[in-house]
């Protein structure tokens, strides 16, 4: 069983920068892959970004690839989110999610979610 609790959501200018953590309980988080997903209003849930348990592999969009980063401290049971000359539309409730396996891009390869951070981007 995992628990994910994410932070660092907030309002921002195009251009600027978060950073999102996700906080993980349990014995295992380091056997986790760990995924970043988003859900825009009226839209369904996109994949962001997701890292591997084991040696650290990453995975992202198309849309966030060069601006996003993903990276995960197993001793803090954290992964973070790195977010970089966001725009727009990358205004959503950010979510982050564990699974087992191989990595999956798409949400039904993760068992545990988190409740989700709001970012919001102005123009």
């Known amino acids: 069983q995992v628990q994910l609790v994410e932070s660092g959501g907030g309002s921002v200018q195009a251009g600027g920068s978060l950073r999102l953590s996700c906080a993980a309980s349990?014995?295992?988080?380091?056997?986790?892959?760990m995924g970043w997903f988003r859900q825009a209003p009226g839209k369904e849930r996109e994949f962001v970004a997701a890292?591997?348990?084991?040696?650290?592999?990453?995975y992202y969009a198309d849309s966030v690839k060069g601006r996003f980063t993903i990276s995960r401290d197993n001793s803090k049971n954290t992964v973070y989110l790195q977010m970089n000359s966001l725009k727009p539309e990358d205004t959503a409730v950010y979510y982050c999610?564990?699974?087992?396996?191989?990595?999956?891009?798409?949400?039904?390869?993760?068992?545990?979610w988190g409740q989700g951070t709001q970012v919001t981007v102005s123009s």
């Open positions: 999610a564990a699974g087992q396996g191989w990595v999956r891009v798409n949400a039904s390869g993760y068992d545990y």
């Open positions: 349990g014995r295992t988080f380091s056997s986790y892959n």
């Open positions: 890292i591997s348990w084991k040696i650290g592999i990453t």
